[in-house]
T-cell receptor, first 114, second 109 residues
């Protein structure tokens, strides 16, 4: 199974602070996605990113969120001013092949906002 | 109506039993369908894609009925290691995935 990695595995932050979550998608892939899962709830789509641009985003992905691919391999999800309700698991995902809908998920970052 | 709706569960079945999960989706334009499994506090893992003709992978069989917008997963000869939450997933356009709430399955020895 293709490997997607994420760091950190757990991030604790205070309300109002900025956090950056990192992902290394399947190598040489141009598509990647962020999802989140609040404890006990379903997995929700946040944003898709293709060729260094956002291709689609959900209502959750407001101005507090941003995504970047700063160095051509890693990509980041930034939350500018965290709120208590941002506490969740954040997963990045990558398709195995260009054009494939089968997405492989990283192990996730557990974000706890206090 | 929810985009993807699943049996609420939980399902508790003895080892060796056959268990079936059902799922309905609301977007008739959806083209791709999947079952993922998720262990507690872990990432979703792709179990199998679901094709119109139905497909089988070992003890797992998936079926798709486009007319009814219905997807199913059958697990035969269940093992203790099958205990997990099973997620029905549909593509929601532009490759994003839309997840159901999931059905928790516990296999009892």
């Amino acid at each position: 199974e293709p490997e997607v990695t994420q760091t950190p595995s757990h991030q604790v932050t205070q309300m109002g602070q900025e956090v950056i979550l990192r992902c290394v998608p399947i190598s040489n892939h141009l598509y990647f996605y962020w999802y989140r899962q609040i404890l006990g709830q379903k997995v929700e789509f946040l944003v898709s990113f293709y060729n260094n641009e956002i291709s689609e985003k959900s209502e959750i992905f407001d101005d507090q969120f941003s995504v970047e691919r700063p160095d051509g391999s890693n990509f980041t999800l930034k939350i500018r001013s965290t709120k208590l309700e941002d506490s969740a698991m954040y997963f990045c995902a990558s398709p195995e092949d260009k054009g494939s809908y089968e997405q492989y998920f990283g192990p996730g970052t557990r974000l706890t906002v206090t | 109506r929810k985009e993807v709706e699943q049996d609420p569960g939980p399902f508790n079945v003895p080892e060796g039993a056959t268990v079936a999960f059902n799922c309905t989706y609301s977007n008739s334009a959806s083209q791709s369908f999947f079952w993922y499994r998720q262990d507690c506090r872990k990432e979703p893992k792709l179990l199998m894609s679901v094709y119109s003709s139905g497909n089988e992978d070992g003890r797992f069989t998936a079926q798709l009925n486009r007319a009814s917008q219905y997807i199913s997963l059958l697990i035969r000869d269940s093992k203790l290691s099958d205990s997990a939450t099973y997620l029905c997933v549909v593509n929601g356009g532009a490759q994003k995935l839309v997840f159901g709430q999931g059905t928790r399955l516990t296999i009892n020895p």
